[in-house]
T-cell receptor, first 116, second 112 residues
Framework: DGGITQSPKYLFRKEGQNVTLSCEQN?????MYWYRQDPGQGLRLIYY???????QKGDIAEGYSVSREKKESFPLTVTSAQKNPTAFYLC???????????????FGPGTRLTVL | GEDVEQSLFLSVREGDSSVINCTYTDSSSTYLYWYKQEPGAGLQLLTYIFSNMDMKQDQRLTVLLNKKDKHLSLRIADTQTGDSAIYFC????????????FGTGTRLQVFP
């Protein structure tokens, strides 16, 4: 049963704490992505990785960090430096990361992070 | 720069057609996508269209692309209550970036 899983579904964090969101895929995709979704703002790209051991900043990388030690895993850490971390976080993966040749992104179910 | 715009809300009666519109600014986009997001869930790819096409039909879904006006639309025929969701358009494969650029999303509400 192939797909993308994210855990946990809901996450609560106290101010000043780091927290790590999990994303795993068994689709054998090379590329993985993290997006942040806020009401009325659509999806904004945080980080992406087109290959193991390599990743690039997206449009809103400040206050976030990632790692890509394994092809199937792309965890996102929300650090205390992120000023407004409460949001819905979506992970996605695609075959090769090249949208220009019709590379389709598949999304996980999301993690809702709330800072108390 | 790139910008993808959508109206925020659309309300239709069950059985009617829905038309969700999207405008984009980067004429070099090679693919344009429509995704659906149900409450509290991730995004599901509905369909996509290559930039050299004007129209694509897939069952109840029809995508129209007007490259001159940089306008994309998604028509859902015989709209059902299960179609209630947020619909995102996205452009991909521009000269600036190979990443997807998403619109703000249109919330479709279907009432009986």
């Amino acid at each position: 049963d192939g797909g993308i899983t994210q855990s946990p579904k809901y996450l609560f964090r106290k101010e000043g704490q780091n927290v790590t969101l999990s994303c795993e895929q068994n689709l054998n995709h090379d590329a993985m992505y993290w997006y942040r979704q806020d009401p009325g703002q659509g999806l904004r790209l945080i980080y992406y990785s087109q290959i193991v051991n390599d990743f690039q900043k997206g449009d809103i990388a400040e206050g976030y960090s990632v790692s890509r030690e394994k092809k199937e895993s792309f965890p996102l850490t929300v650090t205390s430096a992120q000023k407004n971390p409460t949001a819905f976080y979506l992970c996605a993966s695609s075959n090769n990361g090249l949208a220009g040749v019709g590379d389709t992104q598949y999304f996980g179910p999301g993690t809702r992070l709330t800072v108390l | 720069g790139e910008d993808v715009e959508q109206s925020l809300f659309l309300s239709v009666r069950e059985g009617d057609s829905s038309v969700i519109n999207c405008t984009y600014t980067d004429s070099s986009s090679t693919y344009l996508y429509w995704y659906k997001q149900e409450p509290g869930a991730g995004l599901q790819l509905l369909t996509y269209i290559f930039s050299n096409m004007d129209m694509k039909q897939d069952q109840r879904l029809t995508v129209l692309l007007n490259k001159k006006d940089k306008h994309l639309s998604l028509r859902i025929a015989d709209t059902q209550t299960g179609d209630s969701a947020i619909y995102f358009c996205a452009e991909g494969g521009t000269v600036r970036t190979d990443k997807l650029i998403f619109g703000t999303g249109t919330r479709l509400q279907v009432f009986p």
